[in-house]
């Protein structure tokens, strides 16, 4: 049973002799070994492509929980390939718990990509990813989901980012600043390659996935995270994904995206919103 809050003081505690580096400052602890990362190995990087990342969770033993942005080319605004993606579960210094290819992706139909010049979209920014096989592994679980917290509610996030892409990150106890439609606005800092990051709350006493992160943005000078609603729209992805409804494979056409700049300006990081 993995305690939430309970993992999070103690991963706290554990690396307040070790912070020195520039993620002190917003309450950020690199989970660098095996067991400050220990319950949290189904949070995995997504590489994508050619240089593109994200982030991404088991809520499956064969699928993956994500943000819908994630899969198309910021240039084209094509859908990418997801065949050409792959999912590192747990990875850190270089190894993965488990490394699978992506089979098929669906991204929720109600979601507009409007590219990184245009209004960012965080309603339905959700995606699916089903793996070439199960994650069957007792360090490897699949982490439940639940309905979307009240305002003033404690999350916290899980994540890699554009400058710690080798090593899952934890970030300490955020809270829910608003609710808006479709939409959670949180205290949460996130970076370039946190988009589809779980966004977790502490429920009947472990940590359940309530939001995955759509984008970063900076709301009258603070520094904030907007996570999309999971509830109905995870539960059109699941049933999409078993008809075959707008499921993305490497037979629909879809782009295996490249990406000709440094990962840490990849497609497939977190967007910004305009304040």
């Known amino acids: ?61 064969r699928l993956v929980l994500t943000a819908a942005h994630c899969l198309y080319d910021q240039h084209s605004g094509e859908k990418v390939d997801p065949t050409s993606i792959n999912f590192l579960a747990g990875w850190r210094n270089g190894h993965a718990s488990a490394y699978r290819k992506v089979r098929r992706a669906v991204t929720h139909p109600e979601y507009v990509y409007t590219g990184t010049t245009g209004q960012i979209r965080v309603t339905y920014d959700l995606a699916l990813l089903e793996l070439s096989s199960d994650i069957r592994l007792a360090n490897v679980q699949p982490f439940k989901t639940s309905k979307r917290p009240q305002k003033g509610s404690k999350v916290g996030v899980v994540s890699y980012a554009h400058d710690r892409s080798d090593t899952l990150s934890l970030q300490e106890v955020c809270h829910v600043l608003a609710r808006q439609k479709g939409a959670l606005v949180l205290s949460c800092e996130v970076d370039f390659g946190s988009s589809g990051a779980p966004i977790f709350a502490e429920i009947d006493g472990e940590p359940q996935i309530v939001s995955v992160v759509s984008a970063k943005a900076i709301v009258q000078g603070r520094k904030v995270s907007l996570g999309t609603n999971l509830e109905k729209p995870l539960d059109d992805l699941k049933a999409l994904l078993a008809s075959g409804d707008g499921v993305i494979s490497s037979s629909t056409g879809a782009r295996t995206l490249s990406v000709n700049r440094k990962r840490s300006s990849g497609s497939g990081g977190a967007k910004f919103l305009r304040p």
């Open 1 to 61: 049973m993995r305690q939430f809050i309970c993992a999070l003081i103690g991963v706290v505690l554990l690396a307040l002799p070790a912070k020195a580096d520039n993620h002190g400052e917003t309450g950020l602890t690199q989970l660098m070994t095996a067991y400050e990362a220990q319950g949290w190995e189904g949070v995995g990087r997504l590489d994508i492509g050619r240089g593109g990342m994200c982030t991404g969770a088991l809520i499956s033993p």
